[in-house]
């Protein structure tokens, strides 16, 4: 291999531009693609990753490299290219995606492994030696002693805890010289004190021997093997198909990527891969949000340096660097936390099928409700299909009864909470000792504080929202923003008009939980949400518990929906389902039949069948009928002609570009310049829309314009979108942010 003179770089800094650096004879031989290194940037330093190994370069005033960081290059040639992908796809530059590709951790290069004290064996001890110090220190001698009968290094910890001795005595033998101590670095491993019971292979049914065969068959020939969506109802064992899946891929000395939503990565499914792999305990590394530094740090390298052959990740784990990669599998693909909400915006199932096809390995797509294009992609031949139209234990689906509010509101002249049949079917599951979960997709006691006599409504005075009232201990009852975190003393008049009439209205989480604890005072209930679970413990405990038995009614919000099993519960409570249907948003129809379904595959997976009651104003909804149906086929269609007719995706991409500024005046010119210069650039190809405002018009005291732009050739729109936004100066406070493929519209 030549030796590089120059290399090409994108240092961590907002630049927006590739720099030359020449490389010291000193480091030619270490320098490749990926490596990290340390580079003189203006008057100071700046990290940054080699992206091209140069034999000439024309920069002026080119200066060199000042340091390596890390002996092996951090990223592989395919995950640059993965990169480059990135960047323009999603219409962001290229430094920024590469804040996601790396952990923090591993960019900075500040952590560094942890170092710990080890007590070296020794064979030959003078018997003398022990018995002089025995007089002297008895301490230490016994210390000693213990040290004598050891047979191989040993943690100091481990050794002192298990002698009951301390580490001043320790050193003070090592000050003798009768001991010797070394310091190695040791790895943390966030599951290391626990232990894992091997499980085996389960004996696959003919549905999931077929799907097991397809996967089989791409692992065998990836090259020209299509992603294969997995469409199986909740139970159906798709996750045992994935655990087989990996264990051919090993077979084949190929590695695995696993990745599962941030939500459903539950203790429950860390050890279903670690039990199920419990022979190589180091082969298997999991990545995710509650990692400390430290443990990331370490977990990255165990799969850097190849010692990890599987990884079990949330989103990011998409960029796991991985060698031999056979195959990802993306659990609960119609996830959203798959799609990331600030730059790069990138959709880590889409990333996953891009990088499958980039290094030629396997890709399954799995979920009991796959999104509208994926299933589409599926339909239409972009993708295999491979269905489980039958869950393991032969269990019925659960019966899905619909309450209309409307009705009950007739009854009640008051906004129902719990419908009659709702809370009969309650008492019903507490005689016979069953369990009981109520959905609710709201936090908070009430969802606003209304002046009954001007009208007047509490709201933020950063964000077009209500304030939210809470009433539990944490939010001391008080009104709180749930986007930007404003919080404000509850009035005790209106201060608009002065009047002693607020009234508060709408109801969360909070409200359902001291509604039931009301109606069933024998009754244990449990509110898990946000608020409720800030602690990591909180929510294990009441997961625990729930699962012992000892909470009767668990009411919370989408924390409860997926992915969890537990089979005394058979009945779902869903209060309120038309919330995510009246969102602005053309998914919002797909989200209720998900979120319906998903929930309602919490009932009755044990031996009793399970039964679901879904409170509505709008009993008719076709997303509502379809999912009491459980016809997926049947929403499938009905969805997919209402995209066509709208052109929306899967059908035309779309990219949504936010202009915001603090100045209303400002981010609205901005924004109707921007759309006069893409009408011109992007032409009658593809659809620019008006600058309209967002429908959450000002947000963390933003005002917020957005341009929705749809055609099909997605790449070539990012690109112009790009450099129409490149040649158009903003005002310095008006930002405009580019989101491809887009899931927030809001
Ligand atoms: P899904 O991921 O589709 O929800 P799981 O893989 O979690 O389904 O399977 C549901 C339950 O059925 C689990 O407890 C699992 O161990 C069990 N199971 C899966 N496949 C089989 C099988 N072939 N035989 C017996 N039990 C199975
Ligand atoms: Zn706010």
């Known amino acids: 291999m030549m030796k590089p003179s120059y290399v090409r770089v994108i240092i961590d800094r907002g630049i927006h531009r590739e720099l030359d650096y020449s490389v010291p004879e000193t480091l030619a031989d270490r320098i490749s693609i990926g490596s990290r290194v340390r580079v003189p940037f203006r008057d100071k330093s700046a990290l940054a990753t080699v992206l091209a190994i140069l034999e000439q370069s024309d920069a002026k005033g080119i200066r060199p490299i000042e340091a390596l960081v890390g002996e092996t290059p951090t990223l592989s040639p395919s995950l640059l290219e993965l990169a480059h992908w990135m960047s323009t796809y999603y219409c962001c530059p290229l430094e920024t995606v590469m804040r996601s590709l790396l952990p923090q951790v591993i960019r900075r290069a500040e952590v560094g492994w942890k170092k710990q004290l080890f007590v070296q064996p020794r064979t030959s001890f003078d018997k003398d030696a022990i018995d002089q110090l025995r007089k002297r220190a008895p301490r230490q001698a016994e210390l000693l002693e213990a040290i004598a009968k050891l047979e191989k290094l040993v943690p100091a910890a481990q050794l002192l805890r298990n002698v009951s001795s301390d580490t001043q005595t320790l050193r003070a033998l090592a000050k003798r010289g009768l001991i010797e101590l070394r310091e190695e670095a040791v790895e943390r491993d966030p599951h290391g004190d626990e232990q894992f019971i091997a499980t085996t292979n389960l004996e696959l049914n003919a549905e999931q021997a077929a799907a097991l065969n397809k996967i089989s068959n791409a692992l065998a020939a990836p090259e020209n093997a299509k992603p294969i969506l997995l469409h199986g109802v909740t139970g159906s064992g798709k996750t045992e198909i994935y655990l087989q899946a990996i264990r051919l891929a090993l077979e084949r000395k190929r590695s695995a990527i696993a990745l599962v939503p941030e939500i459903s990565l539950t203790p429950q499914t860390v050890e279903r891969f670690k039990s199920r792999f419990a022979e190589m305990p180091e082969a298997v590394a999991v990545l995710h949000s509650h990692l400390s530094a430290g443990e990331r740090h370490d977990e990255w390298h165990k799969i850097h340096s190849g010692r990890a052959r599987i990884v079990i990740g949330a989103r990011s784990a998409v960029f796991a660097p991985l060698k031999d990669l056979g195959l990802i599998i993306v659990d609960e693909e119609h996830e959203t936390t798959y799609k990331q909400e600030e730059a790069p915006r990138y959709h880590a199932r889409d990333v996953a099928v891009v990088r499958a096809k980039m290094e030629k390995c396997a890709v399954v797509l799995g979920s009991a409700t ?358 158009l100066p903003l005002p310095e406070d008006v930002v405009a942010t580019v989101d491809v493929d887009p899931y927030q519209l809001l």
């Not at 009864?401 to 009950?408: A, K, N, P």
């Not at 909804?621 to 999912?627: G, V």
């Not at 016809?631 to 995706?649: I, K, N, S, T």
């Not at 032409?683 to 314009?705: C, M, V």
């Open 370 to 727: 796959p999104s509208l294009e994926s299933y589409h992609n599926a339909t239409s031949g972009k993708y295999q299909l491979v269905t489980l139209t039958q869950r393991v234990d032969d269990q019925q689906m659960p019966a899905m009864r619909i309450v209309d509010l409307r009705r009950e509101r007739r009854k009640e002249k008051i906004v129902p909470i719990l419908s009659e049949k709702l809370s009969q079917a309650i008492a019903d599951r507490l005689e016979k000792r069953e369990q009981t979960i109520l959905f609710l997709n709201r936090r908070g006691f009430s969802t606003s504080l209304l002046c009954s006599n001007c009208g007047a409504a509490r709201n933020c005075p950063n964000c077009s929202v209500a304030l939210t009232f809470h009433r539990n201990p944490a939010a001391a009852g008080r009104l709180s923003c749930h986007l930007c975190g404003h919080t404000a003393a509850v009035p005790k008049k209106c201060p608009e008009c002065g009047k002693d009439a607020l009234i508060y209205v709408g109801f969360g989480t909070e409200k359902v939980e001291s509604i039931v604890s009301q109606l069933f005072p024998r009754a244990n209930v449990r509110r898990m949400d946000a608020d409720s679970m800030t602690r990591k413990e909180a929510y294990r405990e009441t997961l625990r518990s729930f699962r012992a038995g000892k909470i009767d009614i668990l009411v919370g919000t989408q924390m409860i929906a997926k992915g969890l099993h537990f089979p005394n519960v058979t009945l779902v409570g869903i209060i309120n389902a038309d919330l995510a249907l009246h969102l602005p948003d053309f998914r919002a129809g797909e989200r209720t039949f998900q979120l319906l379904t998903q929930v309602a595959g919490r009932a009755g997976r044990g031996d009793r069948p399970g039964e679901v009651f879904v409170q509505t104003y709008t009993p008719f909804s076709p997303s509502i009928q379809f999912a009491r149906h459980h016809d997926f086929a049947g929403y499938f269609q009905q969805e997919l002609e209402f995209r066509e007719r709208c052109d929306f995706p899967p059908f035309k991409h779309a990219i949504l570009i936010t202009v915001r500024s603090a100045h209303e005046g400002r981010a609205k010119l901005s924004a109707e310049t921007l759309v006069r210069r893409l009408k011109e650039s992007l032409g009658s190809e593809y659809n620019t829309s008006d600058a309209t405002p967002a429908p959450l018009e000002k947000l963390q005291g933003q005002f917020r314009f957005h341009i929705l732009l749809r055609g099909e050739a997605i790449m070539r729109l990012s690109r112009l979108v790009g450099e129409t936004l490149e040649k």
